[in-house]
């Protein structure tokens, strides 16, 4: 049976826009933008996953969180937990973000998301 792994979560403004940010990678790697989400460790729940990843990430606090579904890995039989939460705060990068940005549901076909994310973003969208 899979098991929850990752957590990600898609941070919405008052538009319904979604922040999506870039992480650092080697020279030769492809620049891909990605929901804001963390591996979980140990025992530790969704929900602080979650809190970790945006403060870590964005130097931020998350309100009203709540769980929007989940994506199935089948290769690695694994689940990334999918929330959605809003901030309340100026978004200050942490180490490993290099860029972010709001993106509107006309300018997701456009955008070059790693894998996986489309789909995460697509299930806040069409709820």
């Not at 319904?16 to 933008?33: A, D, G, H, S, Y």
């Amino acid at each position: 049976m899979a098991k929850v792994v990752e957590c990600s979560i898609i941070i919405k403004d008052d538009f319904n826009n979604v922040f999506i940010v870039q992480r650092k990678t080697k020279k030769n790697e492809p620049k891909l933008w990605y929901s804001v989400g963390k591996k979980v460790r140990g025992k530790e729940s969704e929900e602080k996953c979650i809190s970790r990843a945006v403060k870590e990430d964005l130097k931020s606090i998350i309100f009203n969180l709540e769980r929007i579904g989940e994506v199935l890995n089948k290769e690695h039989d694994e689940i990334c937990a999918v929330y959605k939460g809003e901030l309340k705060e100026r978004i200050t990068y942490g180490n490993d973000i290099v860029d972010g940005k709001w993106l509107s549901s006309k300018e997701i076909d456009d955008c070059d998301l790693a894998a996986g994310e489309r789909e995460k973003i697509l299930m806040y969208i069409n709820r």
